[in-house]
């Protein structure tokens, strides 16, 4: 069975500094990599995907992942964060199941932007 | 990026009761997906959608739990016998690969 676990549940940084986030994930076969963003009150945003090709991924506003299989890692980080990065950051696995790839989650992790 | 509504936002009913949680496609897509959140838990995967028939459901879709796109558009989650765990909130997921999942902005439902 396929698990992911998020090694911290909070992360409180200042303003400018950088961040790492940390995601480990357990499974016997391929897996599809996924950060998800959760904003207060609002649903879960696809932040960036790996797929395959390149290991490390980019979203649009500055943060990336890097595909590590040997560690089965997918860290997100980025170099400097600002107050409206503040959410709750999901790591997720998609297994290929039938006609569909169902998400496995992490426990999440809370990014607290301090100024 | 795909866009999905969920309705209603926010539910509250009493144990015993049936709910239906909607959530509406603005375009045509192929998978569907519903996923629910206990508070300080887990996101939870419950069940997908495609071709008109369940392909997949968790260990939590038992027997009171339905899934139907009654009108090709709408996609529902029927409770029928709603317990107090239930209380959770509920996502809805779209696709238009096996791979690549977009979420509504959730119901949350409060069983009393």
């Known amino acids: 069975a396929q698990s992911v676990t998020q090694l911290d549940s909070q992360v409180p940084v200042f303003e400018e500094a950088p961040v790492e986030l940390r995601c480990n994930y357990s499974?016997?076969?391929?897996?599809?990599l996924f950060w998800y963003v959760q904003y207060p009150n609002q649903g879960l945003q696809l932040l960036l995907k790996?797929?395959?090709?390149?290991?490390l991924v980019e979203s649009i506003n500055g943060f990336e992942a890097e595909f590590n299989k040997s560690q089965t890692s997918f860290h997100l980080r980025k170099p400097s964060v600002h107050i409206s990065d503040t959410a709750e950051y999901f790591c997720?696995?998609?297994?290929?199941?039938?006609?569909?790839?169902?998400?496995?989650f992490g426990q999440g992790t809370t990014l607290q932007v301090k100024p | 990026e795909p866009e999905v509504t969920q309705t209603p936002s926010h539910q509250v009913t009493q144990m015993g009761q049936e709910v239906i949680l909607r959530c509406v496609p603005i375009s045509n897509h192929l998978y569907f997906y519903w996923y629910r959140q206990i508070l300080g838990q887990k996101v939870e995967f419950l069940v997908s959608?495609?071709?008109?028939?369940?392909?997949?459901k968790s260990e939590i879709f038992d027997d009171q739990f339905s899934v139907e796109r009654p009108d090709g558009s709408n996609f529902t989650l029927k409770i029928r016998s709603t317990k107090l765990e239930d209380s959770a909130m509920y996502f809805c997921?779209?696709?238009?690969?096996?791979?690549?999942?977009?979420f509504g902005p959730g119901t949350r439902l409060t069983v009393t």
């Open positions: 997921a779209i696709s238009d690969s096996p791979y690549e999942q977009y």
């Open positions: 790996y797929l395959s090709g390149s290991t």
């Open positions: 997720a696995v998609s297994v290929p199941s039938g006609n569909t790839g169902k998400l496995i």
């Open positions: 959608f495609y071709n008109n028939e369940i392909s997949e």
């Open positions: 499974s016997s076969v391929s897996v599809y």
